[in-house]
């Protein structure tokens, strides 16, 4: 008989910590429960002293023995550590891909697909019990991380399963003592049809006190639409709009023509009717290499969004010819004349330019906000060349960009971040419209080393960094190994732990990656914050 546990001693290191001193700022909001369930168990009666059931319940802590299946228990020492072994890669395979199994039959299936002789038998109590440990054990080295930083920046991405389903995942970034860049999704919160800017707010904030994070967030980056408008209210944070959605947004404005629309609705038809048709899809295959085209995937689109776009209407012009040879075949209806294809041509040299010139601030990871101001200067240049030949696309979208993004200097910390950053501090400290100098100047303290913080030192240090010149290294490395600088690496490590996009470049610049987290749509909602935590960290 398992001992007899003691009443009022069982509790979770992990919620003494978050319960710890912990202070509530509400900005007049009220806290909602977690959307999910607690990763805690039921005692079993001889636990409870063989007490019934209306006995006081404490949680328990799953134990090792509990992650195996009954049949597991009395085999010999070999098996089971070999089944575990074979369990650990299921349910790695499982987060890593995010599979929505919902089914005894569907984890069953994913064990032979994966070792074909294997026996082991699995279940959803075995997974979820698997998974709850898991999120334990790497919720607390998260916690132990996030509590000994001083600057953090909260991200909150909003998207949905279907129109009355929304959720909002929340990252947390900082810089860690030795000036690497960390990352973690730490929460997401089922909003059910309710997403407007002041239920975002609300868990955000339930969010970042359960974490203890509330006084060291001073910006958030969403890309949830009216969040500006809560500054007025009374809240202390800063909300930045994700620089992808702000492209995304830009893109669908360009193409708001009646005409373009019904160009886009066609194109969808047209990929449509070879995904949905096998015969057609064959004979599209032939006809390619019979024209020696390269074969290409025709990619469906869900929503307006710039890069699946550009991927779509990409390979559309590219297999023309031979889509060109099915109608005839088939005697199908939808075509696209010369007109319309020229503007198909318009549109993606005018997308190219902007998958180009993003890439280069990066394609992996979460990047600082300080390489907007440049990027979006170098967008307005290389659309002027498309323009200037007619591309009326490229005038369109030049004219929505500017009108997004002609106050981004205004923004005490997109500028203070872009002149900390040695690449691209001439952006903003050569424009004499503003004064960068002096706001980074305020914010230089004294060091205990140096015994004094005057104005001629603080001063002098600030005017060596700006006549620096030519420097392409990292911002972080940058500041890692420059010894000379005293007072400015502490407001650096502040403004460059801002980053620029609500969700990972990769997800920006690559559609397979966009595609992977589009299976988040499918998972089981009790399992869903646990398995995208697990999966981002």
């Keep these: 008989m398992p001992p007899r546990i003691k009443k009022n001693r069982v509790r979770f290191d992990l919620e003494q910590n978050l319960h710890r001193g912990r202070k509530h700022h509400s900005f007049g909001q009220q806290f909602v429960p977690l959307p999910y369930g607690r990763v805690y168990r039921r005692p079993s009666r001889s636990e409870r002293g063989g007490k019934g059931p209306r006995a006081s319940i404490h949680p328990v802590p799953l134990r090792s023995r509990e992650l195996l299946p009954d049949h597991n228990l009395h085999s010999s020492p070999t098996h089971r550590s070999d089944d575990s072994r074979f369990k650990t890669l299921l349910l790695n395979r499982i987060v890593k891909d995010l599979m929505p199994l919902n089914t005894a039959t569907g984890y069953q299936d994913l064990a032979r697909s994966l070792s074909p002789s294997s026996h082991v038998q699995l279940n959803s109590s075995w997974f979820q019990a698997e998974l709850k440990s898991l999120y334990r054990q790497k919720r607390e080295e998260i916690q132990t991380a996030v509590n000994v930083t001083s600057y953090l920046v909260l991200s909150a991405e909003l998207w949905s399963s279907n129109e009355e389903m929304f959720y909002l995942t929340v990252s947390c970034h900082l810089i860690i003592e030795n000036w690497i860049h960390k990352s973690y999704v730490i929460d997401t919160a089922h909003l059910l049809n309710e997403h407007t800017p002041e239920r975002v707010l609300q868990e955000l904030l339930r969010i970042s006190n359960e974490w203890n994070i509330t006084e060291k967030i001073q910006v958030v980056v969403t890309n949830v639409d009216g969040m500006k408008k809560l500054e007025k209210s009374g809240c202390k944070w800063i909300f930045i709009p994700c620089f992808a959605h702000t492209l995304d947004k830009v893109f669908r404005e360009t193409i708001c023509d009646s005409d373009l629309k019904n160009l886009l609705r066609k194109c969808k038809q047209i990929v449509a009717f070879f995904q949905q048709n096998n015969k057609a899809l064959e004979s599209l295959q032939e006809h390619c290499s019979n024209l020696r085209l390269q074969r290409t995937e025709l990619i469906q689109i869900t929503d307006l969004k710039w890069l699946p776009t550009l991927h779509m209407l990409r390979n559309i012009l590219a297999l023309w010819p031979a889509i060109f040879k099915v109608f005839i075949d088939t005697l199908h209806e939808i075509s696209i004349n010369e007109n319309e294809r020229k503007i198909l041509k318009d549109i993606v040299a005018v997308l190219n330019i902007l998958e180009a010139v993003t890439k280069e601030i990066g394609s992996h990871e979460y990047r600082p906000i300080s390489n907007v101001i440049p990027l979006v200067q170098k967008l307005q240049d290389e659309l002027r060349k498309p323009e200037n030949m007619g591309n009326k696309i490229a005038q369109?979208?030049?004219?929505?960009?500017?009108?997004?993004?002609?106050?981004?200097?205004?923004?005490?910390?997109?500028?203070?971040?872009?002149?900390?950053?040695?690449?691209?501090?001439?952006?903003?400290?050569?424009?004499?419209?503003?004064?960068?100098?002096?706001?980074?100047?305020?914010?230089?303290?004294?060091?205990?080393?140096?015994?004094?913080?005057?104005?001629?030192?603080?001063?002098?240090?600030?005017?060596?960094?700006?006549?620096?010149?030519?420097?392409?290294?990292?911002?972080?490395?940058?500041?890692?190994?420059?010894?000379?600088?005293?007072?400015?690496?502490?407001?650096?490590r502040k403004y460059l732990t801002l980053v620029s996009t609500a969700i990972p470049m990769e997800r920006v610049h690559q559609l397979e990656k966009s595609q992977i987290i589009n299976r988040r749509s499918c998972l089981d909602p009790k399992n869903l914050n646990m398995i995208l935590f697990l999966n981002a960290n």
């Design 396 to 492: 369109t979208l030049y004219e929505k960009l500017e009108h997004h993004t002609s106050n981004i200097k205004k923004n005490h910390w997109v500028r203070m971040s872009t002149a900390l950053d040695p690449r691209y501090k001439t952006c903003v400290l050569l424009d004499p419209t503003i004064d960068v100098k002096s706001e980074i100047r305020s914010q230089m303290t004294g060091n205990s080393h140096t015994g004094h913080s005057s104005y001629d030192a603080r001063n002098e240090e600030l005017e060596k960094y700006c006549q620096l010149r030519n420097i392409s290294e990292d911002p972080l490395k940058f500041w890692r190994t420059r010894a000379e600088f005293i007072r400015l690496p502490s407001v650096a």
